[in-house]
């Protein structure tokens, strides 16, 4: 019995010892952003034309290829972010047709991806205090392993959607 008491006292002392180690878990690094990701130039891979009221209607041909068409294999979008990856400005280039807004400020509607699945938006403003939305692009396809990235413009009236740009572009090296 004593021995037993001896060895359990030492059990404690051992696990008194080494409880008392601080564990270092290294400095503070700020999550990763979608904006991190978004940061950049980028040119366009493929532009497709998508009439929506055909597609719901069940009508073929819903869907033209714009990037051969139109200069769209000129079209170049930056991105630019601040020291701390806020975002600030954004331009397009190239002569395809303006379907947006050409240049001005730019956000995110989140940050982070959406927990729950839905797209992020990149709000387009003209202003530098980001209070008059001009456009909005819909993120379907986020910048990862591989630096592509797809989003769309959506055009509606009263409410209807009637017709989705999609663009298709990767990082411009």
């Known amino acids: 019995m004593r021995k037993t008491g001896l060895l359990l006292l030492c ?14 878990d290294g400095a503070y690094t700020a999550p990763i952003t979608v904006y991190e990701k978004i940061a950049g130039s980028w040119t366009v891979s493929s532009v497709k034309e998508t009439d929506l009221i055909a597609k719901a209607a069940g009508a073929k ?17 930056t991105f630019d972010v601040d020291e701390n990856n806020n975002p ?3 331009a ?3 002569t395809s047709p303006a379907l947006f807004l050409q240049s001005g400020y730019w956000k995110l509607s989140n940050p ?3 927990t729950d699945g839905s ?8 202003d530098e205090a980001k209070t008059t939305l001009v456009d909005e692009l819909s993120l379907s396809a986020l910048p990862g392993t591989r630096k592509t990235m797809t989003f769309d413009l959506i055009r509606e009236s009263n409410g209807v959607s009637f017709v989705d740009y999609e663009y298709s572009v990767k990082a411009k090296i």
């Open 11 to 24: 059990l404690l002392f051992i696990q008194l010892f080494f409880s008392c180690n601080k564990t270092d």
């Open 92 to 94: 397009v280039g190239g």
């Open 119 to 126: 797209a992020l938006v990149i709000e387009l403003y003209s």
């Open 61 to 77: 041909p819903n869907q033209l290829t714009l990037t051969s068409k139109l200069n769209f294999k000129t079209f170049t979008i």
């Open 112 to 114: 982070y991806p959406n």
């Open 88 to 90: 600030t400005t954004f």
